[in-house]
């Protein structure tokens, strides 16, 4: 039956919770954490039998707050077109946690947080993380919440890597999920993308082997060239050209200097040195790390029919036509597998020339498939 929900406004909060406190969280790369702040955003109500809890999975360079105002950019939220009253994920019926992922820049435990070991900024002494450490520490908040079992998780990019994870190592305590725009592992041309973004960092000579926490000079420049580099893989040939062709940035004709001529070119410095304001470099390094290490059935001698046997959710999987950085190709591959598994799967590919960032966009094909999948999931829960 369905439990009693809560009609409300939009109320968001932003908290930070210490977990892990009486035993360490084990990590892959065999160290420990211990004491581990979890940054998150909740919005809704838990309803009396706490079956209407949503869980939501950030991207790279995303955070916790997926609808409400960015402290720092003072911009909505990165999802404000998908979460909020009435939307897809209404937060008049759910129950919404966003959390910023262990490894991250808002207030969870990643480099920038004070070891209370050293009393120091962990720095580059934060060890290696994987998408699967970061799910256990998400395991840990939702075990603080006292949900038992989550309605929904959903993310899209290194978000649905997330989902993935939590359907292959936690299955019986997901009633549903929509992995968006995802892949099972990274394929060599997005490692060597990710690669190239770190030692644009790490060539930075203020990125001083990750010790900069201190100093007035950070690897600003290097981060924005990494962030510059990224966003190109977001966005799809079509939309480069509709947007901006070879049209001039505010002049008639060329400088014949290198400073900005095109509008391209004065776009993609614009999105690196508004980024350096809201990240951390050392970050950056951490979680594209984790992406590239990121492979769903590495625990299972790389059988994905194994990664996914117990899985028992109904799952909406979501592709886009432009996504060249996670193509349709990948996410059928996780389609065909749950088919093979009898799960109850649905398959979406938007036709947008909107490229890999389509799931941040105001798509409504993607409101739509949403919104339609969650209702029918959760009027027949």
């Keep these: 039956m369905l439990g009693g929900f809560f009609l409300v406004k939009q109320m968001s909060e932003n908290k930070i919770v210490e977990l892990a406190k009486e035993q360490a969280l084990v990590l892959d790369c065999g160290k420990s954490l211990k004491s581990i702040k979890t940054a998150y955003t909740t919005y809704g109500k838990l309803n009396a039998t706490k079956d209407n809890a949503i869980l939501i999975c950030h991207a790279l360079t995303g955070d916790q707050y997926v609808a409400s105002k960015h402290p720092i950019t003072k911009k909505e939220g990165w999802w404000s077109y998908i979460v909020g009253p009435e939307k897809p994920i209404d937060t008049n019926k759910f129950f919404v946690v966003c959390p910023n992922v262990i490894g991250g820049c808002m207030g969870s435990t990643g480099p920038k947080e004070v070891n209370s070991e050293t009393g120091k900024e962990y720095g580059t002494d934060f060890p290696v993380i994987t998408i699967a450490d970061m799910v256990r520490a998400q395991k840990l908040l939702i075990d603080y919440l006292g949900i038992e079992k989550i309605f929904c998780v959903t993310g899209g990019s290194m978000g649905g890597m997330l989902v993935l994870e939590w359907l292959s190592k936690f299955p019986k305590m997901v009633h549903s999920a929509i992995p968006i725009a995802t892949a099972t592992n990274h394929s060599a041309q997005n490692i060597a993308l990710n690669e190239l973004a770190r030692?644009?960092?790490?060539a930075d000579p203020n990125w001083n082997s990750g010790n900069y926490y201190n100093s007035d000079n950070k690897p600003l420049k290097g981060l924005s060239v990494a962030r510059m580099a990224a966003h190109i893989s977001?966005?799809?040939?079509?939309?480069?050209?509709?947007k901006f062709g070879r049209n001039l940035q505010d002049k008639n004709s060329l400088d014949y200097s290198f400073d900005a001529d095109f509008q391209i070119e004065s776009y993609l410095r614009h999105q690196g040195f508004t980024f350096v304001d809201r990240f951390d470099a050392n970050s950056y390094l951490y979680i594209t790390r984790a992406m590239d290490y990121f492979d769903v059935s590495s625990s299972n001698n790389g059988s994905l029919i194994e990664s996914f046997k117990n899985t028992s959710s109904k799952v909406l999987c979501i592709s886009f036509t432009s996504d060249w950085l996670y193509p349709t190709s990948e996410n059928k591959k996780i389609v065909k597998v749950f088919n093979a598994l009898g799960i109850n799967v649905s398959f979406i590919e938007i036709e947008t020339d909107g490229?890999?960032?389509?799931?941040?966009?105001?798509?409504p094909k993607l409101f739509e498939a949403m919104q339609g999948f969650i209702k029918s999931t959760y009027e027949n829960l």
């Design 234 to 242: 977001y966005l799809s040939k079509d939309a480069l050209h509709s």
């Design 355 to 363: 490229g890999h960032d389509s799931f941040l966009l105001e798509e």
């Design 199 to 202: 030692q644009s960092i790490m």
